[in-house]
């Protein structure tokens, strides 16, 4: 079955630690995205790709960083710089020729 | 610059209630409308989308349809059962653009 990964599901990491939430995907798509969401709140944009070895930042970017060495993935570092980085990280893709994102199941971390 | 305005939650109703979702956009040209679902604890996954005016999107009882006079795309159901309840966020894409525009949310609960 085609889809999008992420892992962990759950991830606590302490204040200062550097940490990379994993998203792979097998849809073959060219446009990988991360965005967060706090509790009550809707999506914002931290980072997107559009094509391998190359991405841009979204609306929320400082304190995060990614890398897209490969088609099928777009990990993110979540960096001792981002000031309140407990919250839920979703991962998407898109097929440049279609508009549908399609969406991992998410990684909750906490920093304590 | 393009936004989606969709209806605060969160919004209660018995089984069996009908069920309006309203949402709004600004957008240059002709976007594609989407309504979004995301269960507790999950990623988003599309319920319906609709590409041109006066189009209707359907899925699982859902309805919404793309009205460019009043640049509405509300979203309906005749008969809301339990396990409806989620948050529905409604979205926006430009065609040939790689970001999707996303409404705050609503959350809604059933009773049962």
């Known amino acids: 079955d085609g889809g999008i990964t992420q892992s962990p599901k759950y991830l606590f990491r302490k204040e200062g630690q550097n940490v990379t939430l994993s998203c792979e995907q097998n849809?073959?798509?060219?446009?990988m995205y991360w965005y967060r969401q706090d509790p009550g709140q809707g999506l914002r944009l931290i980072y997107y790709?559009?094509?391998?070895?190359?991405?841009q930042k979204g609306d929320i970017a400082e304190g995060y960083s990614v890398s897209r060495e490969k088609k099928e993935s777009f990990p993110l570092t979540v960096t001792s710089a981002q000031k309140n980085p407990t919250a839920f990280y979703l991962c998407?893709?898109?097929?440049?020729?279609?508009?549908?994102?399609?969406f991992g199941p998410g990684t909750r971390l906490t920093v304590l | 610059g393009n936004s989606v305005t969709q209806m605060e939650g969160p919004v209660t109703l018995s089984e069996e209630a009908f069920l309006t979702i309203n949402c709004t956009y600004t957008?240059?040209?002709?976007?594609?409308l989407f309504w979004y679902v995301q269960y507790p604890g999950e990623g988003l996954q599309l319920l319906l989308k609709?590409?041109?005016?006066?189009d209707k999107g359907s899925n699982k009882g859902f309805e919404a349809t793309y009205r460019k006079e009043t640049t509405s795309f509300h979203l309906e159901k005749g008969s809301v059962q339990v396990s409806d309840s989620a948050v529905y966020f409604c979205?926006?894409?430009?065609?040939?653009?790689?970001?999707?525009?996303f409404g705050a949310g609503t959350r809604l609960f059933v009773k049962a």
């Open positions: 609709a590409t041109k005016a006066d």
């Open positions: 979205a926006l894409s430009r065609g040939g653009g790689f970001k999707t525009i």
């Open positions: 998407a893709s898109m097929n440049p020729g279609g508009n549908e994102q399609f």
């Open positions: 790709s559009q094509i391998v070895n190359d991405f």
């Open positions: 849809l073959n798509h060219d446009a």
């Open positions: 957008a240059t040209g002709y976007p594609s």
